[in-house]
């Protein structure tokens, strides 16, 4: 089942998102969160920092896997989506060290690197709560539009529109690596729960591939129509833009 949740702001969908994850890891004090990065979920990370001040969350137990890296930046360069993290969540919660996982972008063995990721998550068997946000040509986590999908971790060339948008985060789009390593397509659909945010206009058209009833490499993200619980949440901009009507939840705060 996958179901379209409209908010009235992108503060009201971080806001609430964050409170399912303090609500999923009350029940279930080690969940398995899957993570992405990016400018998405920003807000979420930020309110739940705030919960965690609120002492209405408690990471201690939390396990979490993050979905991508670029491919030859260390842990401390500050475009590193481990640096993001730190900076965002980690550094600010209680999460302990040895339970966070990331994928590695510095190695000399490009097949050892994903083996060892790969092994990571199937010792874990599945991820609790996927977080998602999506590329503008429809990529989740740098699983990019291809001729066909790649289950398990993997190193990917980023497409030239990902470094084309990624490019703000860098002095200049020279600067953006060229390769990532991501979680694929399997892991993912692993989940139990996949959350998937959106806020920015530009990616409604992606996101209609979610809804379109294709299943396209090309829309990395359309493969989520197979997934039996996928939650897509947007705000009203994103909403109207969207070509498909699938079933809606309106959320009013
Ligand atoms: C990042 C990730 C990517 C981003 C996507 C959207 O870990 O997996 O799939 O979610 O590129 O990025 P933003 O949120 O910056 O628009």
Avoid: W
Avoid at 224 to 252: G, W
Wanted: charged letters at 20%; aromatic letters at 8%; glycine letters at 4%.
């Amino acid at each position: 089942m996958i179901e379209l949740v409209v908010y009235d702001d992108y503060q009201t969908l971080s806001r609430q998102t964050a409170k399912y994850i303090a609500e999923l890891v009350r029940k279930k004090p080690n969940t398995v969160l899957g993570l992405a990065t990016g400018s998405t979920p920003l807000g979420l990370y930020q309110e739940l920092v705030h919960l965690y001040n609120e002492k209405e969350i408690d990471f201690k137990d939390v396990l979490t896997f993050n979905l991508d890296e670029y491919v030859g930046l260390p842990k401390e360069h500050p475009q590193s989506y481990y640096y993001f993290m730190n900076q965002h969540l980690f550094s600010k919660v209680n999460i302990a060290k040895n339970n966070i996982h990331f994928p590695r972008g510095i190695f000399t063995d490009p097949k050892e690197a994903c083996r060892e990721y790969e092994k990571q998550l199937t010792e874990v068997d599945h991820i609790d709560l996927q977080i998602l946000g999506i590329g503008s040509n429809g990529h989740i986590g740098f699983n990019e539009p291809a001729k066909r999908m790649t289950l398990d971790t993997h190193i990917t060339d980023l497409a030239p529109r990902t470094i084309q948008d990624n490019a703000r985060f860098f002095n200049d789009s020279n600067e953006v690596p060229r390769q990532a390593i991501t979680m694929g397509i399997g892991s993912i659909m692993r989940a139990k729960t996949i959350l998937l945010m959106a806020h920015k206009e530009s990616k409604a058209e992606a996101i209609d591939a979610i809804f379109s009833g294709v299943v396209d490499p090309n829309l990395p993200a359309s493969i989520l129509q197979l997934h039996s619980n996928v939650l897509v949440l947007v705000n009203k901009e994103v909403a109207n833009r969207l070509h498909y009507r699938p079933p809606t939840i309106m959320v009013n705060q």
